[in-house]
């Protein structure tokens, strides 16, 4: 199994990405286009305005993906959103044209979003090397195609990695050939590879450990119908969130039904900026909002009148609020202490006030 080497850093189009810095949210288009170029057009737009920090395509024909053939083993199987569809047809539907790549990596890049890809074959990345995307995603189903994952990483360019359906020893030996190959800079995203995908089987709990074992920029690839548990996600470690997009459920396509609207997914946006403000730092001391309540805190009173060498005792001190006498951690070395001087009720207790022993 790969050990931990440590995160440096990774970088997409110049943006840092890691602990330490803003979460990475990816609008992933998918087949939500409806096969109109305006379409997906209007998609990366509204992507933009809904706070994204990326768009991403996916790159493959049915051709390039599948096989055309209607025997039973290239149906699709009962129980999915796509029961009734042989793959071909499937990917057929689904698959985004090439022609319109370069042009939606143009419109994505002039307004600030970056434009990435998952290719799907070798021909798929020779195309995406000449658009020049800043970064490959192995989409979960073709990680264990470890001859394409080291084409991708060959490249040079930084590699963001899938793990649905993955045992730990497919991860160690994906991640190993991804490193072999030459990737340097290499993100594994938690996934669930059902759509959609029920919160019960997010399996969160792994996101902080996958980057300890394999010291690598984590984070998830939701499927969930909800923002919950990509929130929980930051909360744990997740550096990258990624969640499909669409403009409208209704207008339907084979991966509307666990698409975000725009809304939606303004939405999980600003819940991650919050989240990121929560998450804080290690600290342990009170915070400039908290500095004014200290105020009510408990502390040691004089609560009846008490001579000057009178003996403190439970009768006449008491740990009451605000803050301002002796902290009561102080309670038992005060008691059976004569006082130095008269004290009126209800007066802090102050050193001053407590003779010797």
């Known amino acids: 199994m790969t050990a931990s080497t440590g995160v440096a850093f990774f970088e997409i189009a110049g943006r840092r990405i890691g602990p330490g810095y803003p979460t990475y949210v990816v609008a992933e288009m998918s087949a939500n286009h409806n096969h109109q170029f305006d379409h997906a057009v209007r998609v990366v737009e509204a992507a933009k305005a809904a706070g994204a920090d990326a768009v991403k395509l996916q790159t493959y024909t049915?051709?390039?993906?599948?096989?055309?053939?209607?025997?039973?083993?290239?149906?699709?199987?009962?129980?999915?959103?796509?029961?009734?569809?042989?793959?071909?047809?499937?990917?057929?539907?689904?698959?985004t044209p090439w022609d319109w790549q370069p042009r939606l990596k143009e419109i994505a890049n002039a307004l600030g979003l970056a434009c990435f890809s998952s290719p799907f074959d070798f021909t798929a990345v020779d195309f995406l090397e000449k658009m020049d995307v800043p970064t490959y995603k192995v989409a979960s189903f073709e990680m264990l195609d470890l001859p394409l994952v080291q084409y991708m990483a060959r490249t040079g360019k930084p590699i963001i990695m899938s793990t649905g359906m993955a045992t730990l020893p497919e991860i160690a030996e994906a991640v190993e050939a991804?490193?072999?190959?030459?990737?340097?800079?290499?993100?594994?995203?938690?996934?669930?590879?059902?759509?959609?995908?029920?919160?019960?089987?997010?399996?969160l709990a792994a996101i902080p450990f996958l980057a300890q074992t394999?010291?690598?920029?984590?984070?998830?690839?939701d499927h969930t119908l909800t923002n919950e548990s990509a929130l929980a996600s930051v909360a744990l470690?997740?550096?990258?969130?990624?969640?499909?997009?669409?403009l409208r459920r209704a207008d339907g396509g084979p991966d509307s039904a666990f698409s975000l609207e725009?809304?939606?997914?303004?939405?999980?946006?600003?819940?991650?900026?919050?989240?990121?403000?929560?998450?804080?730092?290690?600290?342990?001391?009170?915070?400039?909002?908290?500095?004014?309540?200290?105020?009510?805190?408990?502390?040691?009173?004089?609560?009846r009148a008490v001579k000057a060498g009178e003996r403190f005792t439970p009768d006449n001190v008491r740990s009451v609020r605000p803050g301002l006498g002796l902290a009561p951690r102080h309670y038992d070395e005060v008691l059976g202490r004569a006082a130095t001087r008269d004290i009126a009720p209800n007066t802090p207790l102050a050193w001053s006030m407590v003779g010797d022993a």
Not at 237 to 246: D, P, Q, S, V, W
Not at 270 to 297: C, M, Q, S, Y
């Open 237 to 246: 470690g997740a550096c990258i969130i990624e969640k499909h997009f669409t």
């Open 62 to 95: 049915a051709d390039t993906i599948t096989l055309n053939s209607r025997d039973e083993i290239f149906q699709v199987p009962d129980g999915t959103l796509w029961t009734g569809k042989t793959l071909y047809e499937l990917y057929q539907e689904a698959h």
């Open 214 to 221: 394999f010291g690598t920029v984590v984070g998830l690839s």
């Open 262 to 303: 725009p809304q939606e997914f303004k939405g999980l946006v600003d819940g991650i900026r919050v989240v990121e403000k929560a998450l804080g730092e290690r600290r342990f001391a009170p915070t400039a909002k908290e500095a004014g309540n200290r105020h009510f805190r408990r502390s040691l009173f004089v609560t």
């Open 178 to 203: 991804a490193r072999a190959a030459g990737a340097r800079q290499l993100a594994l995203l938690k996934c669930t590879s059902a759509y959609p995908a029920p919160p019960e089987e997010m399996n």
